[in-house]
Each structure stands twice: as structure tokens, then as C-alpha cells.
């Protein structure tokens, strides 16, 4: 079992600003599992938004997201990030960090086996 939990959320009041996500692990070793974020908005589907492979070396990026996002972990500290630059509106969601342990395909949330509990970001405009 790997538990995950997210922090970091919140309120951005205007349109641009910034938030730093984070998704602490405990359990089973975290340097063997790929990480994802993921998120949701009201009355829409689950979306896929960064993720990072185990080492850390590859990441990979939602068209909505690239260039604005970015992911990246620390092994060490058994926890990957996602720092959100330039938040809009259309960013409002919760947001959750996810753990799966092998390859496919790195969009796919059925592919991850862990889930934490989600973190809430609102972007006023």
C-alpha cells in the first residue's frame, strides 16, 4: 500500500498568480512508482495534467498545462510537486496526486493503483 497525501491548495484571487502543490507518500517504497497529477472541476471528467517517472528523468504534460506546470520529486523526501505558474480560471479543480508502479500509458488514471484524497484550487478571474 502507498498513501498519498496532498497539500498546497488553495485560493488564488487573481488570474496569473501561483501555487506549489505537494503529494507526501508513505508506505511502500516511493522511488519505484511513477507519479501523476490529476484533476477534477465541477460536473467534469477526471483530466490528466503532469506526470514523472520514477527516476524523475521524464515528465510529461497536458496541452492545457505545458509550459505553465511544472512536476518534479524528490526521492528523498517522498514527495513529487506540482508548481501551477500562471493560474486561470479554467484551473479551478481539485487537484490529485496519484502513484502507479509499472509503465503504460502515463494519461490513463485506471493505470494508477494509488489516490490521495485531492486538494482544492480556485482561480478567481
Known amino acids: 500500500q502507498v498513501q498519498l497525501v496532498e497539500s498546497g491548495g488553495g485560493l488564488v484571487q487573481q488570474a496569473g498568480g501561483s501555487l506549489r502543490l505537494s503529494c507526501a507518500a508513505s508506505g511502500r517504497t516511493f522511488s519505484n512508482y511513477n507519479m501523476g497529477w490529476f484533476r477534477q472541476a465541477p460536473g467534469k471528467e477526471r483530466e490528466f495534467v503532469a506526470a514523472i517517472s520514477w527516476s524523475g528523468r521524464n515528465t510529461y504534460y497536458a496541452d492545457s498545462v505545458e509550459g505553465r506546470f511544472s512536476i518534479s520529486r524528490d526521492n528523498a523526501k517522498n514527495t513529487v510537486y506540482l508548481q501551477m505558474n500562471s493560474l486561470r480560471p479554467e484551473d479551478t479543480a481539485v487537484y490529485y496526486c496519484?502513484?502507479?508502479?509499472?509503465?503504460?500509458?502515463?494519461?490513463?488514471?485506471?493505470?494508477?493503483?494509488?489516490w490521495g484524497q485531492g486538494t482544492q484550487v480556485t482561480v478567481s478571474s
Open positions: 496519484a502513484a502507479r508502479g509499472g509503465p503504460g500509458d502515463y494519461t490513463e488514471g485506471s493505470q494508477y493503483h494509488y
